[in-house]
């Protein structure tokens, strides 16, 4: 009789995310934040997890993973110990959202190997995922473009109001910041409350430009009319976020430049994801993102940066079970 066949390991691919902007920084209707997010297929989180006799790791963060494998493995009563080798990970406090897919990385492989029923919400849950915005379990979950509800009354994630393909020609320009961090644990939630709430005026134009505009456009597929959504969202998120990035809507005002440049070489639909530092615009196909980098590259070397160019990715995270006999 053949031996039944086991993972004796699993393999995890993640995608980040893009933090396009939030729908109400107001709140006065009773719910707070709703974020606007997409999956993109670089950079990315891969790892391989796999049994052992102690908890032990390699490669960039490998210590967050282990930390957050042994609080699934006490949520789920697990008695053993795992090693997790991280092929690549996303930059940390970049605005690409990568505590949150490291975390469900990490999750959905030890899930997977135990054999364990489970959900990507669920599992955020557990690390104290999604506080403001369901957008980053979206992602891991279907990948796409993502519009969540914010928070509500319930101790609960947002819901998910859309979740739609990003056109397969459409691609992304990520100016990258490496020095540079953005506001994240402790200092992010003071900033938070800290801020002034937007104008009823200012919130209901973005919730505007996001129903009537944005996302008609992604749907038909209209970069122009897209971009210039985007683009008037993020002016606005941008200048109430100023006063906790120095008075300056870019984190790194490097990246600003270097955006800014994109925009004036024909991009469409630019700012910054999250809290920065990384920095985006939004171009209709592969060709015309090229020469876009090809025109802005020697500029954001000349900065410290570097652009990354990625398309969306309208799947969620990949796991693999590496059988053994």
Known sequence: MRPRAHPGAVRVVAPARLH????????????????????????????VLRRSRTYKGE???????????????????????????????????????????????????????EGIEHSPSRLGEIVDRGARSAIGMAA?????????????????????????????????????????????????????????????????NVCRLVLMQLVPGLMETDIDAFGNALTEIQKIVGNHFAGAQGGSPWTSPAVGRVVEALRAAGAYGIGQSSWGPTGFAFAPSQEIAGRLYDSSIGLARAEGLEILVAGGRNRGASVEKIVST
């Open 20 to 47: 396009l902007g939030f729908l109400d920084l107001n709140g006065g209707l009773g719910r707070m934040f709703g974020s606007i997010g997409l999956a993109v297929d670089v950079p990315r989180t891969e790892l």
């Open 140 to 204: 891991f979950e279907h990948g796409g473009f993502i519009v969540d509800g914010g928070r509500g009354a319930r101790d609960q994630a947002p819901p998910i109001l859309v979740r739609t393909h990003f056109p397969d020609d459409w691609r992304a320009l990520l100016v990258i910041d490496a020095r540079t961090a953005g506001v994240h644990g402790e200092a992010e939630a003071q900033a938070f409350a800290a801020l002034p709430p937007l104008s009823d005026a200012a919130a209901a």
């Open 59 to 113: 490669g960039p963060d490998h210590a967050r993973a282990i930390a957050t494998l042994r609080r699934f493995a006490d949520v789920f009563s697990l008695g053993g110990a795992y090693e997790v080798k991280i092929a690549s990970a996303i930059p940390s406090h970049a605005g690409l959202g990568s505590g949150t897919q490291l975390a469900l990385a990490a999750g959905a492989a030890l899930m997977t190997l």
